[in-house]
């Protein structure tokens, strides 16, 4: 059972552009979450996703920033016109579908906005 | 300020000697997990409590929960230079969805 996917593992994008990340969950999890890591700090919830619903997006700045997890492949996480405050680690977990579970963690994708 | 605060913020120790980080957090709580992650890695998961549990160990872990003093610890026995890591605890709120990350305590290992 391969663990949780993401790709690219980096990204640089110059401003004003746009960055795809995407996310392939564990076979089996229908929980996705991501979260992103500023230089020497904790990692911060954005967004939690099951198949075609987003549960909880209190984390995700309102504008630039969009999520979707489709019935059909992997969960993308789209930033929009790219600032160089977005350059972080973008961290993907995904749980089984009962709550409580422990998540597993993604490589991450490391995003460097020039 | 995070639901999750990580003290001490880093712990330098020898390699032989036991390593405890704390975790302080401000709301009820389901579970809280401690994650470690490797310089430049993903997260790895090392353990979950319940709030309804005291204690609970793995290999050379140790983690208690006190939820009356909404805290926790993390021990790490016999310490090795490839425990060197940023620990993470990290809860699950009741009534919430989202898992909230402390800001971590950088350990070093010294062989």
């Known amino acids: 059972n391969a663990g949780v996917m993401q790709n690219p593992r980096h990204l640089v994008r110059r401003r004003g552009q746009e960055a795809r990340l995407r996310c392939s969950p564990m076979?089996?999890?229908?929980?996705v979450y991501w979260y992103r890591q500023l230089p020497e700090e904790g990692l911060k919830f954005m967004v939690y996703l099951q198949k075609e619903n987003i549960i909880d997006e209190s984390g995700m700045p309102k504008e630039r920033f969009s999520a979707e997890f489709p019935k059909e492949g992997p969960s993308i996480l789209r930033i929009q016109q790219v600032v160089r405050g977005d350059s972080a680690a973008y961290f993907c977990?995904?749980?089984?579908?009962?709550?409580?579970?422990?998540?597993?963690f993604g490589p991450g994708t490391r995003l460097t906005v020039l | 300020s995070q639901q999750g605060e990580e003290d001490p913020q880093a712990l330098s120790i020898q390699e032989g000697e036991n390593a405890t980080m704390n975790c302080s957090y401000k709301t009820s709580i389901n579970n809280l997990q401690w994650y470690r992650q490797n310089s430049g890695r993903g997260l790895v998961h090392l353990i979950l409590i319940r709030s309804n549990e005291r204690e609970k160990h793995s290999g050379r872990l140790r983690v208690t929960l006190d939820t009356s003093k909404k805290s926790s610890s993390l021990l790490i026995t016999a310490s090795r230079a490839a425990d060197t890591a940023s620990y993470f605890c990290a809860t699950d709120n009741t009534g919430g969805f989202k898992t909230i990350f402390g800001a971590g305590t950088r350990l070093f290992v010294k062989a």
């Open positions: 977990a995904s749980s089984p579908p009962n709550e409580g579970n422990e998540q597993f």
């Open positions: 076979k089996g999890h229908s929980h």
